[in-house]
């Protein structure tokens, strides 16, 4: 599993599909103006761009200046 830098913004992260079914869902780097629950959403409902990690909860302590674990997510 390893993780590809978007050309597009420096700080968001693209994680490689070879995923377990147990993962979790991080907002990094730069706030969003919305509530927990909606960053859920934004999390789950804007998958194709990329804007949080997705990441395997054994490399979670690897990834460096995510703001908060946001929800776990059975995918």
């Not at 960053?39 to 761009?49: G, T, W």
């Amino acid at each position: 599993m390893k993780h590809l830098l978007r050309n597009d913004n420096p700080i968001r992260y693209q994680i490689s599909p070879y995923l377990s079914s147990w993962c979790l869902v991080i907002e990094i780097a730069y706030a969003y103006n919305v509530s927990v629950h909606d960053s859920c959403y934004l999390a789950l409902s804007q998958i194709e761009d990329k804007p949080f990690i997705i990441a395997n909860y054994k490399f979670v302590e690897r990834i460096k200046g995510f703001k908060r674990v946001i929800k776990s997510a059975q995918l």
